[in-house]
């Protein structure tokens, strides 16, 4: 937060779903301490301050400037209280301006950019003195009115999860992507390295205000507006036990004419849902403008680009049903009190349940199904002590695992498996086979083994993988067996017995099977036989 000793000048943060009056507590309590430094500011200036400087003021010639007002201000008038979209508004402010200067040049020549600033305050002051003593906006919007509001889900089939949010002139085409672990961003700042599993990127290229221009790299909108949204989201984004995928979200603004971060906060909000990411609730965000004057003032709820131009205020709140989770307020006045700041709270919570309503009317929940084309994520866990054998000497065990099954894995320090695949089978094979590497040979149990070598005096059967036990001559059948190659050759697929565990070596059976199930076979006819003798 910041402000001087007695009004509010800028607040941006985050917060966990607070209610207004905790968060118009949190900015009293620190406008207490904003009170103190000012203090200690005033008298750091009274010791050693210097003249300030002289700034003359800009005067405009009161002729000149009443040759434009009789030319424009009936004309400005009419467009000001007409009902017009951005672009025709700008076209007859264009043509207007066009108009003025052309009938002045001869008059004042050399004039344009005065008339321009002209032109500019007298659009301002019209505004805004419509708005003060009707409550009319540009639109034809009272205050309060929020604008009609469309939304669509899925339109883009491929993606893992998209929606396209639109709120009068304003517009976000946002998609999600599903990835891994190993997708999780790595960010190096200036205290410990951490990572990052949910990630909104915000885009607003030149054409979304009908601008041509060259697409480069992230500037200051970009980088501003797509923190704002990620904080607002990131308060209902799921834990890691519950989704643990890492998500990206994207937002391109289509167009734009007034608060394109929270629309990308809706977007962003209906997208992930869309996606099937079980966020807690779904959240919407709202920018709230405001004009004060000689003691008077309106809140403008959804405010247009050219409110936030002429306008005193752009506040932006964003939050789910049960409160607030990411705010920002910038003003162009000296400051605000808080009573207007507590207004200002309470209007945008209803035109936050506005809009939260239209959304859930959209998609309400979740969807419990994922897109097919996102990853199948399977979480496991095994022993601390087991993670280097599901690695293997240099990673050949686990890159081994990662071709034969075309999965993603990644084992975390605890001993936790993430395998992530293009379709569920893969993935759940690589879990089986991991269960396999890591299980524990048991006495008495059965398992489906692989010859692996052929030797005079038995064969060498692979029981669970990288574990192999010695099938000896004698256990291959109920019957002598003089020569191992004419009952078993390598690769062959056989069910074994485990006999028993010696200094690390495993003694397997496969006569021991024939046996159990012979015996159980003429038990089974011996019932048979006395069944039909009883008849």
């Given at each position: 937060?910041?402000?001087?000793?007695?009004?509010?000048?800028?607040?941006?943060?985050?917060?966990?779903?607070?209610?207004?009056?905790?968060?118009?507590?949190?900015?009293?309590?620190?406008?207490?301490?904003?009170?103190?430094?000012?203090?200690?500011?005033?008298?750091?200036?009274?010791?050693?301050?210097?003249?300030?400087?002289?700034?003359?003021?800009?005067?405009?010639?009161?002729?000149?400037?009443?040759?434009?007002?009789?030319?424009?201000?009936?004309?400005?008038?009419?467009?000001?209280?007409?009902?017009?979209?951005?672009?025709?508004?700008?076209?007859?402010?264009?043509?207007?301006?066009?108009?003025?200067?052309?009938?002045?040049?001869?008059?004042?020549?050399?004039?344009?950019?005065?008339?321009?600033?002209?032109?500019?305050?007298?659009?301002?002051?019209?505004?805004?003195?419509?708005?003060?003593?009707?409550?009319?906006?540009?639109?034809?919007?009272?205050?309060?009115?929020?604008?009609?509001?469309?939304?669509?889900?899925?339109?883009?089939?491929?993606?893992?999860?998209?929606?396209?949010?639109?709120?009068?002139?304003?517009?976000?085409?946002?998609?999600?992507?599903?990835?891994?672990?190993?997708?999780?961003?790595?960010?190096?700042?200036?205290?410990?390295?951490?990572?990052?599993?949910?990630?909104?990127?915000?885009?607003?290229?030149?054409?979304?205000?009908?601008?041509?221009?060259?697409?480069?790299?992230?500037?200051?909108?970009?980088?501003?507006?797509?923190?704002?949204?990620?904080?607002?989201?990131?308060?209902?984004?799921?834990?890691?036990?519950?989704?643990?995928?890492?998500?990206?979200?994207?937002?391109?603004?289509?167009?734009?004419?007034?608060?394109?971060?929270?629309?990308?906060?809706?977007?962003?909000?209906?997208?992930?849902?869309?996606?099937?990411?079980?966020?807690?609730?779904?959240?919407?965000?709202?920018?709230?403008?405001?004009?004060?004057?000689?003691?008077?003032?309106?809140?403008?709820?959804?405010?247009?680009?050219?409110?936030?131009?002429?306008?005193?205020?752009?506040?932006?709140?964003?939050?789910?049903?049960?409160?607030?989770?990411?705010?920002?307020?910038?003003?162009?006045?000296?400051?605000?009190?808080?009573?207007?700041?507590?207004?200002?709270?309470?209007?945008?919570?209803?035109?936050?349940?506005?809009?939260?309503?239209?959304?859930?009317?959209?998609?309400?929940?979740?969807?419990?199904?994922?897109?097919?084309?996102?990853?199948?994520?399977?979480?496991?866990?095994?022993?601390?002590?087991?993670?280097?054998?599901?690695?293997?000497?240099?990673?050949?065990?686990?890159?081994?695992?990662?071709?034969?099954?075309?999965?993603?894995?990644?084992?975390?320090?605890?001993?936790?498996?993430?395998?992530?695949?293009?379709?569920?089978?893969?993935?759940?094979?690589?879990?089986?086979?991991?269960?396999?590497?890591t299980a524990t040979p048991e006495v008495g149990e059965v398992y489906d083994g692989v010859v692996t070598k052929i030797a005079d005096f038995g064969a060498f059967v692979e029981i669970l993988p990288g574990k192999e036990g010695l099938l000896h001559i004698s256990e291959i059948d109920v019957?002598?067996?003089?020569?191992?190659?004419?009952?078993?050759?390598?690769?062959?697929?056989?069910?074994?017995?485990?006999?028993?565990?010696?200094?690390?070596?495993?003694?397997?059976?496969?006569?021991?099977?024939?046996?159990?199930?012979?015996?159980?076979?003429?038990?089974?006819?011996?019932?048979?036989?006395?069944?039909?003798?009883?008849?």
């Amino acid at each position: 937060m910041q402000g001087t000793a007695d009004s509010i000048m800028m607040v941006e943060g985050e917060s966990k779903e607070v209610s207004e009056q905790e968060l118009l507590d949190a900015l009293k309590f620190a406008q207490i301490e904003i009170k103190k430094i000012v203090e200690l500011q005033n008298q750091l200036r009274a010791e050693a301050g210097k003249t300030k400087w002289v700034v003359e003021e800009k005067t405009i010639d009161e002729n000149l400037k009443k040759d434009i007002y009789d030319l424009a201000e009936v004309k400005f008038k009419e467009i000001v209280y007409s009902v017009l979209s951005k672009e025709e508004r700008a076209d007859k402010n264009g043509e207007l301006a066009e108009f003025v200067k052309l009938s002045l040049a001869e008059k004042y020549p050399e004039q344009e950019k005065v008339i321009k600033e002209v032109l500019h305050d007298m659009e301002k002051d019209l505004m805004r003195e419509r708005i003060l003593k009707e409550g009319i906006r540009l639109d034809g919007r009272n205050t309060k009115q929020i604008r009609p509001i469309t939304i669509e889900l899925g339109n883009l089939p491929r993606t893992h999860g998209s929606a396209l949010f639109t709120r009068g002139e304003t517009q976000s085409l946002t998609t999600v992507t599903l990835g891994t672990k190993n997708d999780e961003q790595t960010v190096d700042g200036l205290m410990q390295e951490y990572t990052k599993k949910f990630m909104l990127h915000y885009n607003f290229p030149p054409f979304s205000v009908g601008e041509v221009g060259r697409l480069s790299g992230v500037g200051r909108r970009e980088i501003g507006h797509g923190n704002l949204a990620e904080r607002s989201l990131k308060q209902v984004f799921p834990a890691d036990d519950a989704f643990p995928y890492t998500v990206r979200v994207i937002s391109d603004i289509l167009e734009s004419n007034g608060s394109s971060s929270m629309a990308t906060v809706c977007a962003g909000s209906l997208a992930m849902m869309d996606a099937g990411v079980p966020i807690s609730k779904a959240v919407s965000g709202i920018a709230m403008g405001l004009v004060k004057e000689d003691g008077q003032y309106a809140i403008l709820s959804d405010i247009l680009g050219n409110e936030d131009h002429l306008g005193d205020m752009d506040f932006k709140v964003a939050g789910t049903s049960d409160g607030i989770t990411g705010f920002q307020m910038d003003i162009k006045i000296q400051g605000i009190s808080f009573e207007i700041m507590e207004n200002a709270l309470h209007q945008a919570k209803e035109g936050r349940m506005h809009i939260l309503g239209k959304m859930n009317e959209a998609i309400d929940k979740s969807r419990e199904t994922l897109s097919p084309y996102a990853p199948r994520l399977i979480t496991m866990n095994i022993a601390q002590d087991q993670i280097g054998l599901v690695i293997g000497p240099g990673g050949k065990t686990i890159q081994g695992m990662q071709r034969l099954f075309g999965v993603d894995i990644n084992i975390e320090d605890d001993g936790t498996v993430h395998i992530a695949s293009p379709n569920k089978d893969s993935a759940q094979q690589a879990k089986d086979y991991i269960k396999k590497l890591t299980a524990t040979p048991e006495v008495g149990e059965v398992y489906d083994g692989v010859v692996t070598k052929i030797a005079d005096f038995g064969a060498f059967v692979e029981i669970l993988p990288g574990k192999e036990g010695l099938l000896h001559i004698s256990e291959i059948d109920v019957k002598r067996v003089n020569k191992v190659s004419d009952y078993l050759k390598v690769g062959d697929k056989l069910q074994v017995k485990l006999l028993k565990i010696e200094n690390g070596k495993f003694s397997l059976s496969r006569k021991k099977l024939l046996m159990e199930a012979a015996e159980k076979e003429a038990k089974k006819n011996k019932q048979a036989d006395q069944q039909i003798t009883e008849k």
